[in-house]
């Protein structure tokens, strides 16, 4: 992407931090619809969760017009530690049900239009990107960030985690350097970014 490209789609602002997340089923669409709630594993969550939005990647589970997709978005109100039995307590038998999890408030759903298509890249779990990539992204690959756009976005999300004293400076430093491998993935690294070259290349041969 370039600074000349025109967007999209215009439904954030382009400094906005975003983190794509997986729905894995079409119920847990009808969760943020309806409750406004989003739920992550503490043992599997991304290191931030201070960001503007959280953007769904929907899996195969719904169907052919949705699935391997970002069709919604939300603004995130904020997020708390809690139980997956206080959050379904109809399934408080659940092998999982006192493993505590992140409860992300959801503003309303908003649709993308058009959505961000995965094409050949559908793994995923979770992607920090911007507003500025979301609003010109045609394929999940745009929402890679690169090179120094990567420590810019670092950096944003290290303000924010301070700001509400989730982390200390010690744990989140200024520099990319010594992160752990899953933030770097997230981040878009260069085995994530050679990965989606790879495919692109085998799309067009």
Do not use: C
């Not at 603004?75 to 999890?101: F, I």
């Amino acid at each position: 992407m370039t600074s000349t490209y025109s967007p999209l789609r215009s439904i954030v602002s382009e400094d906005a931090i975003i983190l794509v997340a997986v729905l894995p089923h079409p119920r847990d669409l009808e969760i943020a619809r309806v409750l406004g709630w989003y739920r992550i594993p503490l043992r599997s969550a991304p290191k931030v969760l201070s960001v503007d939005f959280l953007a769904f990647y929907q899996t195969a589970a719904f169907g052919e017009n949705g699935r391997w997709g970002i069709h919604y978005l939300a603004a995130v109100r904020g997020h708390e530690l809690t139980t997956r039995a206080e959050l379904l307590r109809h399934e408080a038998d659940h092998p999982r049900a006192h493993e505590e999890y992140y409860k992300v408030q959801l503003g309303e759903l908003q649709r993308l239009t058009p959505p961000i298509h995965a094409h050949r890249w559908r793994r995923l779990t979770f992607l920090y990107t911007t507003g500025e990539r979301l609003n010109r992204a045609t394929t999940l690959q745009d929402l890679v960030v690169h090179d120094e756009e990567r420590l810019i976005l670092w950096r944003g999300l290290r303000e924010r985690a301070l700001h509400q004293q989730t982390y200390t400076a010690q744990e989140l430093p200024d520099q990319l350097e010594g992160l752990d491998a899953l933030l770097l993935a997230m981040l878009g690294d260069q085995k994530t970014i050679q990965e989606l070259k790879k495919i692109d290349q085998i799309g067009q041969s």
